[in-house]
């Protein structure tokens, strides 16, 4: 039992102490805080279906207000995905996104231009791209919020 909570609290756990050394390190020249100050200006804030380490992931809505969420979990998939569902091969080496670690840090500007292009695909064009593609998505028979799948 305390292995398989060790495996599910694990990764959360990286990511928090990742934040806290990204802040304490910000703020190396200002005063000492403690890690309940730090966790909240860390900007740990919910971000719905989003994953907090891959990009993209998350929900897309296409023209006529149906929502998949879709998930780029490798280098592979990212080409596949840019390939085959964005019709965009350029991307796929663009500075800012070519890697995963890039595509989370530039998450807001990626999010915008993959919105862009999905939003005006009708439901059936989407899905045709990306069962082509073979590529990980889910349906979503149920509204998104603008305010959850924006962020």
Excluded at 41 to 50: D, I, P, Q
Excluded at 96 to 101: E, F, H, P, Q, S
């Amino acid at each position: 039992m305390l292995e398989a909570m060790g495996e599910l609290m694990g990764y959360p756990y990286c990511v928090l102490q990742g934040y806290k050394e990204a802040k304490k390190t910000e703020s190396s020249s200002s005063q000492t805080k403690s890690n309940a100050e730090i966790d909240i200006e860390a900007g740990l804030v919910r971000k719905g279906a989003t994953h907090g380490g891959i990009a993209p992931y998350g929900p897309v809505t296409t023209k006529e207000g149906k929502s998949t969420i879709v998930a780029v979990q490798s280098q592979r998939e990212w080409i596949s995905f840019c390939n085959g569902v964005l019709l965009d091969p350029q991307i796929i080496s663009h500075p800012l996104y070519d890697t995963n670690m890039k595509r989370v840090a530039n998450r807001t500007s990626l999010t915008s231009y993959i919105h862009n292009i999905i939003s005006k695909l009708t439901f059936q064009e989407l899905e045709k791209r990306l069962i082509r593609f073979i590529f990980q998505f889910l349906f979503l028979f149920f509204p998104v919020s603008k305010s959850s799948s924006q962020k």
